[in-house]
């Protein structure tokens, strides 16, 4: 199964760190966030990916090159303009023929990605996602899910006091080829904002798939210390 990462974005909010690098390559307990997820996804059989750039791409191609030191083959997809996470898979979606995973490069995930595979199989979904209960909802998006774990809704962002529930999503699909025609081609697009929404619209099947690990992101600098502590302590433990 291909993997794509999604490693394009700024990192606004966590200038100065960013002034000269993409959020996925600052450093966390001695690597970039990227690396980890590169490793983490060699280590269960991953080894085919495509990491998509677009701010200071350099800063990635060089430090990973082909691939071949880290044991994965990589492929760039260049970006002159962003075009959300949704919209840099259609970009190169001839390299998907069968399942393929996302994997949202300024996340930190504790998954079991054999279990996650092995559950989409399973299921057999057009969409598995990899959600977590979060303590904040308004800033992530949610799935509201039943008793099967079907996700009945997708909202970004739900406003404080929503029946929305607090599934937030984790930034980790499996997603089917026939996700790619619900993308559009001339805009850009996000998947938890209009492609998850417009499946659920279209009657489609997407299933939740519930994380108990550790999922921090590296969006603002507190996020960034939360997660350079935690994976300073684990080293430390190792």
């Not at 990899?130 to 079907?150: E, K, L, T, W, Y």
């Not at 080829?177 to 417009?198: C, N, Q, T």
């Amino acid at each position: 199964m291909k993997a794509m990462v999604l490693a394009a974005g700024r990192g606004t909010r966590l200038k100065p760190f960013t002034d000269n690098m993409p959020k996925p390559m600052i450093p966390v307990a001695g690597r970039p966030i990227l690396e980890h997820i590169v490793i983490q996804l060699r280590d269960v059989g991953f080894t085919d990916l495509v990491i998509n750039l677009h701010y200071h791409p350099e800063a990635i191609t060089e430090h990973f090159g082909n691939g071949d030191k880290f044991g994965v083959r990589i492929h760039y997809s260049r970006e002159t303009a962003l075009l959300g996470t949704a919209g840099a898979v259609k970009k190169i979606q001839d390299q998907f023929i069968g399942p393929f995973l996302v994997y949202y490069g300024d996340n930190y995930v504790e998954i079991d990605l054999d279990q996650f595979v092995r559950a989409h199989h399973d299921a057999a979904p057009v969409a598995t996602i990899a959600v977590f209960p979060c303590d904040n909802p308004s800033m992530s998006g949610i799935a509201r899910v039943d008793d099967g774990q079907n996700i009945v809704e997708f909202v970004e962002k739900p406003v404080p006091g929503s029946n929305a529930g607090n599934l937030a999503n984790a930034g980790v699909y499996i997603l089917n080829p026939g996700v790619l025609k619900a993308i559009p081609a001339d805009r850009p697009s996000d998947f938890g904002h209009d492609i998850f929404p417009e499946l659920l619209r279209q009657g489609q099947n997407l299933k939740a798939f519930m994380l108990s690990g550790r999922v921090i992101g590296v969006d603002t600098p507190e996020l960034h210390t939360r997660l350079e502590r935690y994976l300073s302590g684990r080293k430390r433990h190792a």
